[in-house]
């Protein structure tokens, strides 16, 4: 095996101390030098074990030996046709659990920076002029997705592709799911999301907004009043979960998705431009440990809060956001209070926050998740002022569009869709992405999009052909 340089080429990134301050993209991207010299690092294993870590498969050394020759339209094109959302992709995809995790260089040195290569390549994509517009959808059998997330839009995309008429219903006002209203421009700007929103547009994909289905729309209404021959459901997982501890209704208490919405949706940084309060005091709590903890974080920085402290109940160890996500939090002076157990928010008698009571734990043995259970120390009770807290512990399916259906769920509220398929138990519906998993990852959900899309066109060619 040929020697190469050890070290994965570091990412240029905005100083930490100017940019905890505005909502300006943090990571700035490879030039070509650093990309070519990057993309020549991969050794061009025989049994590329990076495309067996990658969910959508991605033929990872060929885009990178593309880059290597210079051949961008052709890095760009294998790219994009294993994956329909690379810019995203590139920016918020966990590379480091996934193919950098079992690339082979990883075992000595330094995994390829695949993940920093995928963003270079859709961001030199971007800047390109459009070839001519694809042909128009000309199926007649028409297909219903409902959510705007990374599984609907994959699964629409596919289809349009495919020749076939789609639809996106949408219940917010713009498109994107989390990708919009959860994760925030300092990490994913919305110009490049409006991008690739627009390559599926052009397409044929059409996005109806403000749309809730099960509410606006009665679901048995799509197949009947609307038409359509077969419905994919991709309504993510976007109800919040709560402790259940006192003090909880005070002012000053968020959920995540409720923080997080406001500023990013809703605009709240730009207040009072766009009319929507939040009200961020001088020191914000954001309890758990995941990626949208951090976001919550380090949005509440952005937003004008002196202190950042995330309180989590278990150790760095069992900690699931992005390594990346966490050193840029650290940089940014958040404060990590690790096995801290939130017992009780404070309030004043005007009902606003004035703290948070927690309490010390210990790892003990592991748990049914097969990490370690954190077990209380006693006696070890203290209290942090703070003026708000955000809850940032996990979230549940979407429930509207389930309640109104006889579809199958199982004990957690999640649709029931066959993993390598994405058919439910009613012919003609199919679902994929959190809706389905619960809570995970946008290149899991993209994936389920694609596989479900591949499912419709199986299932409407073959009514087609009985009907000849
Ligand atoms: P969603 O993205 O949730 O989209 C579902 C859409 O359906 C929503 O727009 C919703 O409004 C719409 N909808 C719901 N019900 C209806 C209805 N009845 N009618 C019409 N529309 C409806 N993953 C990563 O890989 N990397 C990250 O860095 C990362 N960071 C994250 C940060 C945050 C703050 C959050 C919350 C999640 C993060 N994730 C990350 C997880 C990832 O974003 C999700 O796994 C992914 O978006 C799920 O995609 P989805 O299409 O299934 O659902
Ligand atoms: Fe290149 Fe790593 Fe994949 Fe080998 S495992 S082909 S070095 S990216």
């Known amino acids: 095996m040929p020697i190469k340089r050890s070290e994965k080429t570091p990412m240029s990134e905005r100083d930490a101390i100017l940019r905890a301050h505005d909502f300006l993209e943090v990571n700035e991207g490879y030039d070509l030098a650093r990309a070519s010299f990057e993309s020549e690092r991969c050794l061009r294993c025989q049994d590329e074990p990076c495309i067996d870590g990658c969910p959508v498969r991605i033929p990872i050394p060929d885009f990178l030996h593309a880059i290597a020759m210079g051949d961008m339209p052709g890095a760009a094109k294998i790219l994009r046709t294993a994956n329909p959302l690379p810019a995203i992709c590139g920016r918020v995809c966990p590379q480091e659990t996934q193919c950098e995790a079992t690339c082979h260089m990883a075992t000595r040195f330094f995994p390829v920076g695949v993940g920093h290569l995928e963003r270079f390549v859709s961001d030199w994509e971007r800047e390109q002029p459009l070839g001519e517009a694809p042909a128009a959808p000309w199926r007649t059998a028409r297909v219903a997705v409902i959510g705007s997330g990374p599984a609907g839009l994959v699964c629409a995309g596919e289809l349009a592709r495919m020749g076939y008429p789609?639809?996106?219903?949408?219940?917010?006002?713009?498109?994107?799911?989390?990708?919009?209203?959860?994760?925030?421009?300092?990490?994913?700007?919305?110009?490049?999301?409006?991008?690739?929103?627009?390559?599926?547009?052009?397409?044929?994909?059409?996005?109806?907004?403000?749309?809730?289905?099960?509410?606006?729309?009665?679901?048995?209404?799509?197949?009947?009043?609307?038409?359509?021959?077969?419905?994919?459901?991709?309504?993510?997982?976007?109800?919040?979960?709560?402790?259940?501890?006192?003090?909880?209704?005070?002012?000053g208490v968020y959920s995540a998705n409720e923080f997080l919405t406001r500023i990013n949706l809703m605009?709240?940084?730009?207040?009072?431009?766009?009319?929507?309060?939040?009200?961020?005091?001088?020191?914000?709590?954001?309890?758990?440990?995941?990626?949208?903890a951090m976001d919550t974080i380090r949005s509440a920085l952005r937003m004008g809060a002196d202190e950042g402290l995330i309180v989590y109940r278990r150790s760095q160890?069992?900690?699931?956001?992005?390594?990346?996500?966490?050193?840029?939090?650290?940089?940014?002076?958040?404060?990590?209070?690790?096995?801290?157990?939130?017992?009780?928010?404070?309030?004043?008698?005007?009902?606003?926050?004035?703290?948070?009571?927690?309490?010390?734990?210990?790892?003990?043995?592991?748990?049914?998740?097969?990490?370690?259970?954190?077990?209380?120390?006693?006696?070890?009770?203290?209290?942090?002022?703070?003026?708000?807290?955000?809850?940032?512990?996990?979230?549940?399916?979407?429930?509207?569009?389930?309640?109104?259906?006889?579809?199958?769920?199982?004990?957690?509220?999640?649709?029931v869709a066959d993993e390598a398929t994405g058919r439910t138990d009613r012919p003609g519906v199919y679902g994929g992405g959190d809706v389905v998993t619960g809570a995970a990852t946008v290149i899991l959900a993209a994936g389920a999009g694609k596989t479900a899309a591949q499912s419709i066109h199986e299932d409407l060619s073959a009514i087609a052909e009985a009907a000849v």
């Open 267 to 292: 605009r709240a940084y730009d207040f009072p431009s766009a009319d929507t309060p939040i009200k961020v005091g001088r020191r914000v709590a954001v309890i758990g440990a995941g990626n949208t």
């Open 317 to 415: 160890t069992e900690m699931t956001a992005r390594v990346e996500e966490y050193h840029h939090a650290i940089e940014e002076g958040v404060q990590f209070n690790w096995l801290t157990n939130p017992l009780e928010v404070l309030g004043n008698d005007d009902g606003w926050v004035t703290g948070l009571k927690c309490q010390k734990m210990e790892l003990g043995e592991p748990d049914e998740s097969g990490r370690a259970r954190p077990v209380p120390i006693a006696g070890s009770e203290f209290v942090v002022a703070v003026d708000n807290v955000v809850l940032s512990i996990g979230n549940a399916p979407n429930p509207v569009l389930l309640r109104s259906t006889d579809l199958e769920t199982n004990k957690w509220g999640c649709l």
């Open 166 to 251: 789609v639809t996106v219903y949408e219940g917010l006002h713009a498109p994107g799911g989390v990708l919009r209203y959860g994760i925030p421009e300092f990490r994913l700007p919305n110009s490049v999301l409006d991008w690739e929103i627009g390559l599926l547009e052009r397409l044929g994909v059409k996005i109806e907004c403000n749309i809730i289905i099960g509410k606006t729309i009665a679901f048995d209404d799509l197949f009947g009043k609307l038409g359509y021959s077969a419905v994919f459901i991709g309504t993510g997982a976007g109800l919040p979960k709560f402790l259940g501890i006192p003090g909880e209704n005070y002012n």
